[in-house]
């Protein structure tokens, strides 16, 4: 990239952000499968000034000095948090860089399979039916594409914690960013409360011996405790439980293709359910046949919308990457492979399996109402239902964990730019903030109030106020990916030197943005129809107001501007610490190694 100062006299060339080491400036002793980190003996971007009158000079477009003859210094031992020196670690003064390649791949994968996929597409199949639900994923698909893009270029180029609550407000406004992240952790903390209450109903299928207060109190503990440890526990069991659930929807994938093709009790199905009942479902509300159905499939949108929530998770871990210049790539780039095989033709074979008209899907147990298992106990297979419950148990608690861990470091963000009270700043020796866990596994405990009778119809309307905020999430990633484009364009920064670029942009920015404010305006549509009811709207839009309402907070307390100007976005802060790193990463060796490398 090139440009020129004000008089056309000075020529600026920026070089790569990753930095093209000459050989025998970069070397290392230590061959061992972790790698090792080095440093650059500035942390800069070097520009080279060419005037032909004048003469070269070298001149760092960020203000920072040129080493001489571009040296770079190899560390064997970094900084740590108590001012010691450690080797082969990397840590910043908040939390320690320690998921791996995989750990960010699997955490990624594992984000969009969940409780939405196993158990939240029953409502879009008996409202839509299976073509109308799968036209409605496919649409969601290309809008949760188009966000993770977006986030994958500004996280591998600025890779922070809590990431996109941090752009908001940097690249919008204090305002924004409290707003956003105050909402977004809002629902992860409730969330956490509804994986609590669920997983007696999950156990409720094989027994109801033990009261779901137990298990919620039982669960409540052990989740709280395992958010305690070092991150690079939390990536590893995370790693191990995603495997199970690739394993078990690749399993399903293969078994549907079986029972399709006649291995079950009821012989070849092929498109059978597609014949009788149908492909688009019976729809909602209107009694006209055509605007039912179209109802009903906008009804399935949004539950797309929310079951894809999660694809955003990559760029929360960005900051605890150990290599996130390398391991986020490639996280984001699977991302449309993992929602075409996934989501796409998982629901194509529930589709095909089981018919929107099925009384199963009606069915008041949680887990028993899962088109997968219904899907399985259709085909008389005896055992495949117990196990496919225990994925799903074991997907309710991983959901758990995380929600803990993505819900503390949303609050670890906000802390760190003065949007909530200093305590939550504060990290253990082991990089966890502990205060920001305890705070937020506090809200687990509203999950007891499933368990009495006034007090679930209270749990269920805080989580319909809480839903929206993942809306508001995507909506808020795709804005700043706007401003981060501005500001880079502005300070002469070409997208082709980051380390990732998103395709097709900024048009998929604002493809995203566009149907993001749609679905978050018209997703409480059932409260109008038939007739208008005062607590569906208050349940549907709420979340909307109160959004509305810490802005307006914030935006009094900083009185700041509606928007940044361009010249004070920040895309220089917590950027230039990794830029001064360079990861020396031996390539997989073992078999393993081999086959990790590939699936995560």
Known sequence: MSGTDKMGETVYELQDYNGAIEEGDLSSNNSSSQGKAYRRKHSFVTGKADSSSNGASKIDLYGSPEPENGSVSP????????????????????VKRELKQRHIGMIALGGTIGTGLFIGISAPLENAGPVGSLIAYMFMGTIAYSVVQSLGEMATFIPVTSSFTVFSYRFLSPAFGAANGYMYWFSWAITFALELSVVGQIIDFWTSA????????????????????????????????????????????????????????????????????????????????????????????????????????????????????????????????????????????????????????????????????????????????????AVILSTIISAGNSNIYIGSRIMLGLAKNGLAPKIFNRVNRHGVPYVAVVFTALFGALA???????????????????????????LFISFCHVRFM??????????????????????????????????????????????????????????????????????????????????????????????????????????WDKFWNVVA
Not at 83 to 93: D, I, P, R, S
Not at 449 to 462: P, V, Y
Not at 495 to 515: G, N, Q, S, V
């Open 210 to 389: 033990v009261p779901m207060a137990a298990w919620i109190s039982i669960f409540w503990v052990l989740l709280t405790f395992m958010n305690m440890f070092p991150v690079k526990y939390y990536g590893e069991f995370e790693f191990w439980i995603a495997f199970i659930k690739v394993i078990a929807i690749v399993g399903f994938i293969i078994f549907g293709l079986c029972i399709v093709c006649g291995a079950g009790v009821t012989g070849p199905i092929g498109f059978r359910y597609w014949r009788n009942p149908g492909p688009w479902g019976p729809g909602i509300i209107s009694s006209e046949k055509s605007e039912g159905r179209f109802l009903g499939w906008v009804s399935s949108l949004i539950n797309a919308a929310f079951t894809y929530q999660g694809t955003e998770l990559v760029g929360i871990t960005a900051g605890e990457a150990a290599n996130p210049r390398k391991s986020v790539p490639r996280a984001i780039k699977k991302v449309i492979f993992r929602i075409l095989f996934f989501y796409i033709l998982s629901l194509f074979f529930v589709g095909l399996l089981v018919p929107f008209n099925d009384p199963k899907l009606d069915s008041d147990q949680y887990a028993s109402a899962s088109p997968f298992i219904i899907a399985i106990q259709n085909s008389g297979t005896p055992v495949l239902p117990h196990i496919f419950n």
């Open 75 to 94: 560390l064997s031992e970094l900084e740590g948090d108590d001012g010691n020196l450690e080797e082969g670690k990397v840590t910043n003064a908040e």
């Open 448 to 474: 007891y109030m499933e368990t009495t009778t006034g007090g679930e119809n209270a749990f269920n309307w805080l989580l319909n106020i809480t839903a929206i905020a993942g809306f508001f999430a995507w």
């Open 486 to 591: 501005q500001a880079l364009k502005f300070q002469g920064i070409s997208r082709d030197d980051l380390p990732y670029k998103a395709h097709f942009m900024p048009y998929l920015a604002y493809y995203a943005i566009f149907f993001m404010v749609i679905i978050i305006i018209i997703q409480g549509f059932t409260s109008f129809a038939p007739v208008f009811s005062g607590v569906d709207f208050v349940a549907a839009y709420i979340s909307v107001f109160l959004f509305i309402f810490v802005w307006v907070l914030f935006q009094i307390i900083y009185r700041c501007r509606f928007i940044r100007r361009i010249e004070d976005v920040d895309i220089d802060t917590d950027r230039r610490d990794i830029e001064a790193v360079i990861w020396d990463e031996p390539g997989p060796k073992t078999f």
